[in-house]
Nanobody, 127 residues
């Protein structure tokens, strides 16, 4: 069983920055593909960013490309989402997700690609 705990959300003005963290349990974090998704009120949960197990491959939704950066520290069992130039439309609950892999270099961009989810952290961007 993998447990994921997000942190770092909050209220920020448009144009500001936040860094989300997701701490994962388990001794095999280095084999997990990781992703970030978000869900605004009344909307579906959408893909934001993904990273493969080694950190060598990343992928972003068009809406955040150039503003958000996903990274991981396997020594700390943590994945990060650096969010810059935030906009009001980035307001959502952000969820961390994990998929245990066999060290495949793949990353995953769909909800069904992940087995484990965190509880979410709220990000609110005021305009």
């Amino acid at each position: 069983q993998v447990q994921l705990i997000e942190s770092g959300g909050g209220l920020v003005q448009a144009g500001g920055s936040l860094r989300l963290s997701c701490a994962a349990s388990g001794r095999t974090f280095s084999t997990y593909a990781m992703g970030w998704f978000r869900q605004a009120p009344g909307k579906e949960r959408d893909f934001v960013a993904a990273i493969n197990y080694s950190g060598s491959g990343t992928y972003y939704a068009d809406s955040v490309k150039g503003r958000f950066t996903i990274s991981r520290d396997n020594a700390k069992n943590t994945v990060y989402l650096q969010m810059n130039s935030l906009k009001a439309e980035d307001t959502a609950v952000y969820y961390c997700a994990a998929r245990i892999t066999n060290r495949s270099e793949r990353y995953y961009t769909t909800l069904s690609g992940y087995n484990y989810w965190g509880q979410g952290t709220q990000v609110t961007v005021s305009s």
